[in-house]
């Protein structure tokens, strides 16, 4: 997944400037795994619902995301390099 697709489907679940959890089920498991691989890719923190069922963890905890924060409006998954508030 190149940049500006990954900003196109970003910005297909978005509500203004923010991204709207509810509309993170109208992608594809596959686009959802396409975006995850493009954020580890470029060692940002993921929001957790972004994460299709069936992900493969292992090698998403071998790429160190190991730690899980709950914020204020998303979960996230990120590694510990990675403040998240």
């Given at each position: 997944?190149?940049?500006?697709?990954f900003n196109k489907h970003m910005k297909s679940i978005c509500t203004g400037k923010f991204l709207d959890i509810k509309k993170i089920p109208t992608l594809s498991d596959?686009?959802?795994?396409?975006?995850?691989?493009?954020?580890?890719?470029?060692?940002?923190?993921?929001?957790?619902?972004?994460?299709?069922?069936?992900?493969?963890?292992?090698?998403?905890?071998?790429?160190?995301?190991?730690?899980?924060?709950?914020?204020?409006?998303?979960?996230?998954?990120?590694?510990?390099?990675?403040?998240?508030?």
């Amino acid at each position: 997944m190149k940049k500006r697709e990954f900003n196109k489907h970003m910005k297909s679940i978005c509500t203004g400037k923010f991204l709207d959890i509810k509309k993170i089920p109208t992608l594809s498991d596959e686009i959802r795994s396409d975006m995850v691989y493009f954020i580890v890719r470029n060692r940002c923190p993921i929001v957790a619902e972004l994460i299709p069922e069936g992900f493969d963890w292992s090698w998403l905890r071998c790429m160190a995301y190991m730690h899980k924060t709950t914020g204020k409006d998303y979960n996230w998954i990120h590694t510990s390099e990675n403040r998240v508030k």
